[in-house]
């Protein structure tokens, strides 16, 4: 009896020891950051022996050419969903051929019977939209394509380009603007209906629509004696230069509460590429030569920005994590960055 106890009492202890060592090692394991892997795309152009430009998506720095250099080609625009990586462009082949890479893999939006590019990407569950612009005769028309299928936006009476795409739910927006006299007015389209931005009285570009949540941000620019970098929220429009130089908002998002933008500024002798956040500025380059940051992508606590700089002679495709440059050519031909998307996932 006695060793009956003894050997229950053992296992009694060995039991509770064996589920507090398991709880506390859960608790562990659940309080232990995860590791994430990130990736960093970028698409831009790089020039082949001073000819032709090369569409490009760089992967973590690592360039991909999506066309052979035989024609003029530049990819502006780069979303990645899930395993797939899409690219929005052109390549010149008699006429600018507005094209979509789906993991290097072109599909013509037109064809070339007319002059067209697309400008944007954004993916949407199964389904993908461009935005961008076709020629009708002598005049340009916003478009948006959905699974290659493309919508006017513009009626054609004035040229128009839609140079942005974003997907919320069932609702679709674009960015862009269109001439009226002598002037461009900044538009934002949700599901084919237009907002004017400005009211016509001096030129503005809208650049790029990023939603968050009830909230439609637009990055762009108006001009009066100068341009000036503005970011929209729900039409209502903030300077975030003061007008001085010329300067322009090329991108927007939103990450949390923060807003951010990246564009330029010309201070002194130069264009300096630039980053707000919540309206305040931090130079990414110094002001020796010109440069202009085209594109921003907020993942966790660090910021991504894509963009180019001139070197003396050519431009060269850069990269700013946090402030911190990465060249993504080696300034031998022009090259320019003009889009970054980031993804993270757990390792």
Known sequence: MKNFKANFFIKLVSVVFFTTSFISCSKKNENTPKEMQTNVYVAGHETKAGLWTIAKVWKNGEPTNLTDGNHDAAALSVYVSGNDVYVAGYEFIGKRIAKLWKNGVATNLSD???NATALSVY???NDVYVAGYASIGNIYVA??????VGTDLTDGTRNAYALSIYVSGNDVYAAGYEASGNVNVAKV???GIATNLTDGSSTAIAQ????AGKDVFVSGYETSSRSIARVWKNGVATNLSIGNQNSSAESVYVAGNDVYAAGYEFLGNAFVAKVWKNNVATNLTDGSRDARARSVYVAGDNIYVAGYENNGNK?????WKNGVVTNL???SQDARAQSIFVTQTEK
């Not at 790029?208 to 939603?211: A, G, M, R």
């Open 189 to 191: 389209w949700k599901n």
């Open 329 to 331: 050519t080696d300034g």
């Open 208 to 211: 790029i629509v990023y939603v």
């Open 112 to 114: 070339d019977s007319k």
């Open 143 to 148: 478009k948006i394509w959905k699974n290659g």
């Open 315 to 319: 431009t060269v495709a850069k990269m």
């Open 123 to 125: 993916v949407s569950g």
